[in-house]
């Protein structure tokens, strides 16, 4: 078994795949630092690690945070952006600003504080990995899904430019893009509609958050010269976001 001392942050570990990579990263002995707006959570599933109260979308949180986190466990080596979400399902003339904001605010704007006030550290340090979790829904629109779509698609040129923006330094950047995967996050998306939820994972065999925590640690494990650029995961059962092989029951 591999083992590895080394500084892991992520975001949104109170559930799904965030709190897959936690297991799969404590199991390699690393020192976690977790964040989530349910902090509770985050205490009863992780005991040992420093667990913090954390909103991606609000800069103080994120300033705080971070902060905590390396006064906790020391220098930052790995930075999981795993906090996201999708809200709704409607079509863009039937969409409300609200949900818009929240899926942008979370998923590109909470994404750059907190990888802003995480690089400099790296780069001081010289020594870092920044890991995205995406999303087949950056690399295909469906109906529905414009704005989600729309903020996972954004992630792609934000990795680029920090690839290129910290070329030279020994920083790391991949980014894991998966289809279906069986967590909470449909229950999010419905507003808590768990019939709706159950669903969309009807009569096929999505990825469990461990498959994507697996693709994770992989990149992360890798030797400090080889950057694993992207990873795109899909169940065996899914060919586009929107096209998903279903048995009859
Ligand atoms: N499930 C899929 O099919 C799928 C497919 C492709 C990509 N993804 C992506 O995978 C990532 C994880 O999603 P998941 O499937 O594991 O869903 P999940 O089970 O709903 O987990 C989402 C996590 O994000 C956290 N979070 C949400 N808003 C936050 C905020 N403002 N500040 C801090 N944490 C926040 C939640 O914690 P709190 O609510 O406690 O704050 C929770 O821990 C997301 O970026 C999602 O877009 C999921």
Redesign the pocket.
Known sequence: MRSMNRHVLI??????????CARQFAALGCRLSL?????D??REAFPNAHCDE?????ST?VERFVTAAIAANGPIDVLV??????RGVEKIAEGTGEAWREMI???VL?LLEMTRRVLPHMMQHKNGHIVV?????GHKAYVGGGV?CG??RALQPICEAIRMETLGSGIRVTSV????????????RFRGDQDRAAK?YDGTR??T?DD?ADCVVFAATRPPHVNLDSIVVMPTDQASPQMVHRTVN
Do not use: Q
Request: charged share 15%; aromatic share 4%; hydrophobic share 40%.
């Open positions: 975001t949104g570990a109170s559930s799904g795949i965030g709190a897959a964040g989530a707006r349910r902090l959570r985050l954390l909103d991606v979308t609000k949180s952006n795993n906090a996201g979400l999708a605010e979370t998923n909470g979790i995406g999303s087949i829904a989600y903020s996972k893009d998966p289809g279906m995967v069986e967590t909470e996050f449909s229950l999010v969309v999505p990825l958050a994507v």
